[in-house]
């Protein structure tokens, strides 16, 4: 009975990576990884491009409620964006700010090296900031111009909020106030 006990204190007391933040990335690192190699990464961008929608409007409305507002201006945007990310350990900063466009970079991914491989990840941030924006200001197109999940050092995402000819120019993805 005693080397139970002991085996047990033993395997409880070992070092490993294994946390429920290190699952839930992950899990999802995993999730995508499946539905990119099942149905390809255009259609796997689509589904978890489903699921950051409605996490945009889920975080979108917890920001409106805290702070006592139905809508949120451009700048109130861009700071809720940088906020949400640094709240979840995504390193972005605001590199530009004009009244057609903002432009973010970051250092480090809310999946960290998970996303490394999995470009269907970051779904999660062009839904979420495209819906966020598109919401608050109208429009939204969402260009991600550089991905540490394609192996950059780090992102650039411009969240266009006008459908300017940079816009139009730009690949990514649209949104559109509900």
Known sequence: MTSVDSSSKSIQDLSLPLDRDVFLRTLIRELSGTLQNLIGLEEASGFISVVGQNMGKQIDHSYKSALKASSLSREQVAQVLVDLKQR???????????????????????????VVGRPSMCMMTSNVFGSIAADNLGYAKVELQETIAEGASGCKVVVYLKDTEDAEEAEGREYFKA
């Open 88 to 114: 979840i350990q995504g390193d972005f900063y605001i590199i530009e700010e004009t009244d057609e466009k903002i432009v973010f970079g970051s250092y480090s991914c809310p999946f960290a090296e998970k």
